[in-house]
């Protein structure tokens, strides 16, 4: 693992972004100090032990932190550079009752397979070994009221939205709401595809290694995504189609507005090349308890090339 300053082990970790909660750390940002956040498959192996959604003891999707970005203040926005993600020796692929896209093909019951991960890549099958594609799942700051799920829905300040893209070499830019941002981190895949159809993808435990940068009055209104060839922009809303009318705005307003550009130009530009597609699977309703997977499709992702900047 790279040279990590600070260490956050998953005893810090709790289902929810929460500014009552006391801060696990205290950072400056800028000054490329490294965290690794620890998270938790607790819940998965419980299922896999017992398959029973009823008697679960761990939390689903337990976020690590939260950490707080001294200097950090409403309408600011943290840019976490994600540098590495470690995975552990296996994760979980299950199929859960009320769950999925495909949960009328499936039984009516847990069915659970754990995911051996070596040298060789992680083993889907018996015949499907593939190369670990690691990310992380869920990753947020604190609202300024009440509590925000780490299942769903995803906010404007970010939970479990599952992009692909939330990998190394990315940088996640996320609003802030609350003095310190209260930054959490949780919910690591070892590969999951694009929308993620089970809502299971191959979660395993392991470690997150970011760094922070503050962005003074960024004025986001939705999670951001930059890799090497993309800006990523997040819509969110219900129904879906006002999560793409959102995230098309982002995008357009950022051309127009933060870059200059022509409308018309903006608007052709975006016609022809900003691709668009549903997101994670976590949509834009509280979920009951015992079945927290009804997915809404609020999650949509823009992509902007940086080639036409």
Aim: charged letters at 20%; one cysteine or more; proline letters at 8%.
């Amino acid at each position: 693992m790279s040279d990590v300053t600070h260490s956050l082990g998953r005893e810090h970790g709790r289902p929810g972004f929460d500014a009552s909660v006391p801060a696990a750390l205290r950072i400056q940002p800028g000054t490329g100090e490294t965290i690794a956040f620890e998270t938790d498959d607790a819940v998965y192996a419980e299922l896999h032990e017992h398959g029973d959604l009823a008697a679960l003891r761990a939390p689903i999707n337990p976020v690590t932190g939260p950490v707080y970005v001294e200097g950090a203040r409403p309408g600011d926005a943290l840019a976490v550079h994600v540098h590495e993600i470690r995975l552990g020796a296996y994760g979980w692929s299950q199929s859960l009752p009320g769950a999925g896209a495909l949960q009328h093909r499936m039984p009516d019951r847990v069915v659970s397979r754990r995911i051996p991960i070596d040298a060789e890549g992680v083993h889907l099958t018996d015949r499907h070994v593939v190369a670990p594609r690691p990310m992380i799942g869920c990753i947020g700051t604190a609202p300024a009221q009440g509590r925000n799920s780490t299942v769903m829905p995803t906010t404007a300040l970010g939970g479990n939205m599952d992009v692909t893209d939330v990998a190394p070499g990315a940088t996640v830019y996320l609003p802030v709401e609350v003095e310190g941002a209260l930054l959490s981190i949780g919910d690591i895949h070892a590969v999951m595809a694009r929308g993620e159809s089970s809502f299971v993808a191959i979660e395993a435990a392991g470690v997150a290694v970011v760094s922070i940068e503050l962005i003074p009055d960024a004025g986001l209104r939705a999670p951001r995504i930059e890799t090497a060839d993309e800006w990523v922009f997040v819509g969110l809303g219900d129904p879906v189609q006002e999560s793409i009318r959102r995230g098309y705005e982002d995008v357009f307003d950022h051309l127009v507005d933060e870059r200059g550009w022509d409308r018309m130009d903006a608007y052709a530009v975006m016609s022809a090349l900003v691709h668009s597609e549903l997101g994670g699977p976590t949509g834009s309703e509280q979920p009951d308890p015992l079945h927290p997977f009804r997915a809404v499709g609020a999650v949509t992702l823009h992509r902007l090339p940086k080639s036409v900047l």
